[in-house]
């Protein structure tokens, strides 16, 4: 697996978090697409996410499924997909 799972404050999707331009990301794992990887991870940090795991095109993943892990599809810098898990 070539992602990464970056660890981040909290666990589970716990947290309150409207942070300016945060659109529809947040809590529920999705809403992340369209915004750039760095503001991605800063908004899942703020929203309590345990880990996020970074998914570039052509990586690998494993399909177990972990309770507080956000996973963002990335190609070219900017989230196209996102879901917990």
Same mark, same amino acid.
């Given at each position: 697996m070539s992602g990464?799972?970056?660890v981040g404050a909290g666990s589970g999707a716990a947290g309150s978090g409207s942070g300016s331009g945060a659109g !529809? !990301? %947040?809590q529920d794992g $999705? %809403? &992340? #697409?369209g915004l750039r990887i760095e503001r #991605? +991870? $800063?908004l899942a940090r +703020?929203? %309590?996410w345990a880990s996020v795991r970074v998914l570039e095109p052509g990586d690998?993943?494993?399909?177990? &499924? +972990?309770?507080g892990r956000l996973n963002l !599809? =990335? +190609?070219? %810098? =900017? =989230?196209e997909r996102s879901w917990e898990g």
């Open positions: 990464s799972d970056a !529809a !990301a %947040g $999705e %809403g &992340y #697409a #991605a +991870r $800063e +703020r929203h %309590g690998l993943m494993t399909m177990e &499924y +972990r309770q !599809a =990335v +190609r070219n %810098g =900017v =989230v």
